[in-house]
């Protein structure tokens, strides 16, 4: 994993920040320009957040062969792109080599993620530029994407574990976005083919309970295509697979809690060992899925066994 933070005075700078796209920056509004520029490569995904003061006008064309899902924060007076004017709540994604002159407003902020197609499993060719409007769960994936880089100040690199299993993740989380856009993955499966291929999963998360589980893998592991997963898992139990597999994630972190080897210092270590790399968020899932935090956890089984915390 590699992370860099760049503070940036003039729009210029800002042309040579992401060398895989071709950009061009320039200040509209007046004043004292002030920047900055997050990058986060995690494999081949490739995570950044950029905070502009001024008001710019934005000429980028995107990379061939990738995948962006763009996420706008805020932006005073909203965003002009190829002269549509918008300021409601809403996320795009840039398919291919695709080229957009934006205007943005003042005290802007945005996040974007990038992956090349092959990283989701998906056989698409071509360009293309699609928004819609924001949904909790496109809140949800730029808060963790915020959350990721404000992970890589800190910690500037994860844990073994973490840095194994994040492009799988990243993946994970892109793949329901884009199914937002493409309605394309329905229907691929029939009901008893959808229920073999998710006992197949499960199967395969049985034989090996101790490794964190992803899509990706499982895709690679199982050799179906990462649609074909997804439609199955919508078939067969009602949920995206992202969700399920965090299901299965936090199962897994449970159990290790449960080990009476563990302790309250476990806690951190546990939830990275399981994709859970913010500690807050991780609790809430965890008292929202079980009643109880964590850390209650462990303390109920130090009174139930006479252990000292």
Avoid at 158 to 163: G, N, R
Avoid at 172 to 189: H, N
Avoid at 240 to 248: D, E, G, I, M, V
Wanted: some cysteine.
């Amino acid at each position: 994993m590699f992370y860099e933070r760049q503070s940036l005075r003039d729009a210029s700078e800002h042309d040579a920040c992401d060398g895989e796209w071709v950009q061009s920056y320039r200040q509209v509004s007046r004043g004292t320009y002030g920047a900055s520029f997050e990058l986060m490569a995690v494999g081949d995904a490739v995570i950044s957040r950029e905070r502009i003061a001024p008001s710019v006008a934005q000429e980028t064309r995107s990379p061939a062969g990738k995948l962006s899902f763009i996420f706008p924060i805020t932006a005073q007076g909203g965003w002009r792109v190829n002269g549509h004017h918008e300021t409601g709540t809403m996320v795009a994604l840039r398919q291919g080599e695709t080229e957009l002159m934006t205007v943005v407003g003042e005290e802007s902020d945005l996040i974007s993620l990038t992956l090349p197609v092959e990283a989701i499993g998906l056989s698409i060719g071509g360009s293309a530029v699609r928004s819609r409007a924001r949904s909790p769960t496109d809140e949800a994936l730029g808060d963790w994407l915020a959350c990721l880089l404000g992970f890589g100040a800190l910690e500037g690199r994860p844990s073994a574990d973490l840095e194994r299993v994040l492009p799988d993740l990243l993946a994970e989380r892109f793949l329901d976005f884009w199914a937002a856009f493409d309605d394309r993955s329905k229907g691929l499966t029939g009901r008893r083919a959808s229920l073999d291929l998710f006992r197949r999963v499960e199967r395969q998360i049985a034989d090996d309970p101790g490794e964190p589980v992803t899509l990706p893998s499982l895709a690679s592991q199982l050799d179906v295509p990462l649609e074909r997963l997804r439609s199955a898992f919508l078939d067969a139990v009602g949920m995206p697979p992202s969700l399920w597999l965090r299901l299965a994630r936090l199962d897994g972190a449970r159990r290790d809690l449960l080990d009476p080897k563990s302790s309250p210092g476990d806690v951190s270590d546990i939830a990275m060992r399981w994709g859970f790399f913010h500690l807050g968020r991780f609790s809430g899932l965890y008292r929202t899925h079980y009643g109880e935090t964590p850390v209650e956890t462990l303390k109920r089984l130090d009174r139930a066994s006479g252990r000292r915390p």
